[in-house]
T-cell receptor, first 114, second 113 residues
Framework: GAGVSQSPSNKVTEKGKDVELRCDPI?????LYWYRQSLGQGLEFLIY????????KSGLPSDRFSAERTGGSVSTLTIQRTQQEDSAVYLC????????????FGSGTRLTVV | AQSVSQHNHHVILSEAASLELGCNYS??????LFWYVQYPGQHLQLLLK??????LVKGIKGFEAEFIKSKFSFNLRKPSVQWSDTAEYFC???????????FGQGTELSVKP
């Protein structure tokens, strides 16, 4: 597609429920990244996929967070047993290669845990 | 540990004032450096980037940044701001080998008309 597409744009969930956030990167981009943006916290790196390599999961804050990327394209970020501190905007970005050149960000999913 | 520090959390300027936003990084090895901007209600956009060569890089909308290796700094500048520059600005770094970007906390810029 023309840009990085994320869905849903907004999600309100009850504490304790699981949520899935989707990212559809730009076609042909081999690298895909997830970040979390909280008020006053900047952008926090979560996870990074590059081609067929093992993902860099070093930013996932707890084992309630997981992500997968199917067929080198669409990615899903799953948060299990959501907590109020998980409320944030979850951003996805893709780039054509892993050098960091040409990151394109999606508009994000605003997650609110009530 | 890799980190990026932006010194100013909120900057308020009048139109036509000059702007300089500070960014320092801590990163072992050769780096790529970026400034991103997020206008109200919009997604992050790349302002400018430094990979190698001339340490003074020019970006969109009249912004520029200077990489000073000895100071581990990559400050963003604009000679004369406009009301439309009101946004949040993020400095970021990654290894020149690629991989994840490490972002600073962001600086909110408010420009008074």
């Amino acid at each position: 597609g023309a840009g990085v597409s994320q869905s849903p744009s907004n999600k309100v969930t009850e504490k304790g429920k699981d949520v899935e956030l989707r990212c559809d990167p730009i076609s042909g981009h081999t690298a895909l990244y997830w970040y979390r943006q909280s008020l006053g916290q900047g952008l926090e790196f979560l996870i990074y996929f590059q081609g067929n390599s093992a993902p860099d999961k070093s930013g996932l804050p707890s084992d309630r967070f997981s992500a997968e990327r199917t067929g080198g394209s669409v990615s899903t970020l799953t948060i299990q047993r959501t907590q109020q501190e998980d409320s944030a905007v979850y951003l996805c970005a893709s780039s054509p290669q892993e050098t960091g050149y040409g990151y394109t960000f999606g508009s994000g999913t605003r997650l609110t845990v009530v | 540990a890799q980190s990026v520090s932006q010194h100013n959390h909120h900057v308020i300027l009048s139109e036509a004032a000059s702007l300089e936003l500070g960014c320092n990084y801590s990163y072992g090895g050769t780096v790529n450096l970026f400034w991103y901007v997020q206008y109200p209600g919009q997604h992050l956009q790349l302002l400018l980037k430094y990979f190698s060569g001339d340490p003074l890089v020019k970006g969109i909308k009249g912004f520029e940044a200077e990489f000073i290796k000895s100071k581990f700094s990559f400050n963003l500048r604009k000679p004369s701001v406009q009301w439309s520059d009101t946004a949040e600005y993020f400095c970021a770094v990654n290894s020149n080998q690629g991989g994840k970007l490490i972002f600073g906390q962001g600086t909110e810029l408010s420009v008074k008309p």
